[in-house]
């Protein structure tokens, strides 16, 4: 049987872990008797933690919120567990690295020497896919803002910077505020999005975090409506691979490269790689635009024949006339039209898989 301090240790974490614990089940759970539960009960409500009994067939107990902050108890799992997320917290981009630094050496100074030691052996690292630029924080009380609007379900009101910065002088009227009846609050790629339904346009939307500011007081509180497929993490994973949500790329193209097919696939996170020979392949892959397609494909440095569509060939007509003109030091022509809506990912630079928007 456990010593009566590892138990308690072990009762704390049980009730932290869910809301109600019948009395049998955490007898079970301790390898000790229900009467053995009442009186560590009773020692952790001398602490200072408040556990109401409630009664019912089973009968249990629960702990509630208190008006003061008892001592904090972790068992070992908790502590490890406690050390990772704060070290990770500052790729999350919610603007939080320093704090959660604070955090954990607070948190450490109050551990046994035991878990201290632990934590100290614990290093982590955590790197975060290259990307073309450094992801840019979002506010941390933007992020309080969206998730208590989130929580109420209520109307939230803000004013947002596209992705595709408005075209026109700069002293013309300013947008009005987006309405939109917020969802969930979302993480891709180092950057913070809020899921909401755009009223005015009547459609779903996900806006950047740190392109956000929010108006007070919020509107009127609304019934959830299903994110569509009812899974929020592929919905908007299929928001980042597509203008329409059906999870392909706007833009797609295929191309006859002369390479192995083994040395293609090694570079190719989502595209479809088939051996036409020993040093041939073909490679069909897709991408936010065709210039960023075309870039691409063009960073496998071999010869290229371009099977379709006609957009590809002209993106690659494109890009040669802006690198002759970027070698010479001339004005490079206009690009072509590029696909994509002002909430989502802008152009894809050169690369083909999901990336942040610009």
Not at 24 to 33: G, P, Q, V, Y
Not at 316 to 340: E, K, N, V
């Amino acid at each position: 049987m456990q010593k009566t301090s590892a138990r308690l240790l072990s009762l704390l974490s049980l009730l932290q872990a869910r809301r109600d614990w019948p009395g049998a089940l955490l007898a079970e759970r301790l390898d000790t008797s229900p009467r053995t539960v009442r009186r560590d009960i009773d020692r952790l409500r001398e602490l200072g933690y408040p556990i109401v009994a409630f009664k019912g067939p089973d009968g249990g107990y629960r702990l509630d919120a208190g008006s003061e902050l008892p001592p904090l108890l972790f068992d070992d799992e908790q502590a490890v567990a406690l050390a990772v997320a704060l070290q990770v917290a500052a790729t999350t981009g919610a603007g939080i690295g320093e704090a959660a630094a604070r955090a954990l050496n607070t948190v450490r100074q109050v551990m046994p020497a035991r878990l201290r030691r632990r934590i100290d052996i614990l290093q982590v690292t955590a790197v975060e896919p290259p990307a073309s630029r450094p992801a840019p924080q979002a506010d941390s009380g933007v992020l309080m803002a969206l998730s208590a609007a989130v929580h109420a379900r209520e109307v939230l009101r803000f004013d947002y910077i596209p992705v595709t910065p408005r075209e026109g002088p700069d002293d013309g009227p300013e947008p009005p505020p987006r309405r939109v009846q917020p969802h969930h609050l979302v993480t891709w790629s180092g950057r913070w999005y809020l899921v909401a339904w755009d009223l005015d346009r009547e459609d779903w939307r996900t806006f950047r975090a740190d392109r956000i500011t929010p108006r007070t007081p919020t509107g009127p509180r609304f019934t959830p409506r299903e994110v569509p497929g009812g899974d929020v993490a592929a919905f908007v994973a299929g928001r980042f691979q597509s203008s329409d949500g059906s999870g392909e790329w706007p833009c797609r193209g295929e191309v006859i490269l002369d390479l192995p097919a083994a040395h293609v696939s090694r570079h190719t996170y989502d595209g479809l790689v088939e051996e036409l020979g020993p040093d041939r392949c073909r490679l069909v892959m897709g991408s936010w635009s065709w210039p960023g397609l075309a870039a691409t494909i063009g960073m496998f440095d071999a010869a290229v024949e371009v099977v379709g569509p006609a957009e590809l060939r002209d993106a690659f007509a494109y890009l040669a006339r802006r690198y002759a003109d970027a070698a010479t030091g001339s004005d490079p022509s206009c690009p072509p039209t590029r696909r994509g809506g002002d909430d989502r990912p802008g152009p894809a630079g050169a690369r083909s898989r999901p990336g942040p928007p610009g």
